[in-house]
């Protein structure tokens, strides 16, 4: 069983920066990969980004192509989400979830952390 412990998130000005920690724990995990989605009020939870956890290879939604930013410390089982230049579209509950290796998609969710972006 594997747990995610997210943190950061908040309340900021459109332009600003925020960043988004995500924790891994467990027994026995392997990690394929690590997501990051979001969903915003009314809508749909969607795709924001992902890194393959052995390359680190990243691939991300084109809404928020070259301002975010994924990356992961291999060392302390965690996962970032750098998000610049936030728009008051970015508004919505991020989560962070994990792909084990034995799956082709994510299983295992973050609880969510809320980030506001006012114009």
């Known amino acids: 069983q594997v747990q995610l412990l997210q943190s950061g998130g908040g309340s900021v000005q459109a332009g600003a920066s925020l960043k988004l920690s995500c924790v891994i724990s467990?027994?026995?995990?392997?990690?394929?990969?690590m997501g990051w989605f979001r969903q915003a009020p009314g809508k749909e939870r969607e795709f924001v980004g992902s890194?393959?956890?052995?390359?680190?290879?990243?691939e991300y939604a084109d809404s928020v192509k070259d301002r975010f930013t994924i990356s992961r410390n291999s060392a302390e089982w965690a996962t970032y989400l750098q998000m610049n230049n936030l728009q008051p579209g970015d508004t919505a509950v991020y989560f962070c979830?994990?792909?084990?290796?034995?799956?082709?998609?994510?299983?295992?969710w973050g609880q969510g952390t809320q980030v506001t972006v006012s114009s």
């Open positions: 979830a994990h792909q084990p290796r034995d799956a082709t998609y994510f299983t295992s």
């Open positions: 890194i393959k956890w052995s390359r680190g290879e990243t």
């Open positions: 467990g027994r026995s995990f392997t990690t394929a990969a």
